[in-house]
Nanobody
Framework: QVHLVESGGGLVQPGGSLRLSCATS????????MTWYRQAPGKQRELVAG???????KYADFVKGRFTISRDNAKNTVDLQMNMLKPEDTAKYYC?????????WGQGTQVTVSS
């Protein structure tokens, strides 16, 4: 069974920062494509940032220049550093692990940007 555990969400003021972390097992981390998604109330889940083929990163246009995805091979974690947060970034953020026909999701962590 694949476990993805997200942490780091919370309430932050506009312009503030948060760092999300997704932890998983070593075998998943080394093989699966790891990606962060988010879903706001009433909206579809959307890709935020992820890794393609190992270490190549991709970002949604709406987070470019503000968010940075990184991976820690020693800890088997994928982090999402979120800076200059906006109220429209408010959503539940999910970690995804994908490999071939296999697709796994974490339970999500809530990010709320509000003054």
């Amino acid at each position: 069974q694949v476990h993805l555990v997200e942490s780091g969400g919370g309430l932050v003021q506009p312009g503030g920062s948060l760092r999300l972390s997704c932890a998983t097992s070593a075998d998943i981390f080394s093989i699966y494509t790891m990606t962060w998604y988010r879903q706001a109330p009433g909206k579809q889940r959307e890709l935020v940032a992820g890794f393609i083929g190992g270490y190549v990163t991709k970002y949604a246009d709406f987070v470019k220049g503000r968010f940075t995805i990184s991976r820690d091979n020693a800890k088997n974690t994928v982090d999402l550093q979120m800076n200059m947060l906006k109220p429209e970034d408010t959503a539940k953020y999910y970690c995804n692990a994908h490999y071939g026909p296999y697709d796994y999701w974490g339970q999500g962590t809530q990010v709320t940007v509000s003054s």
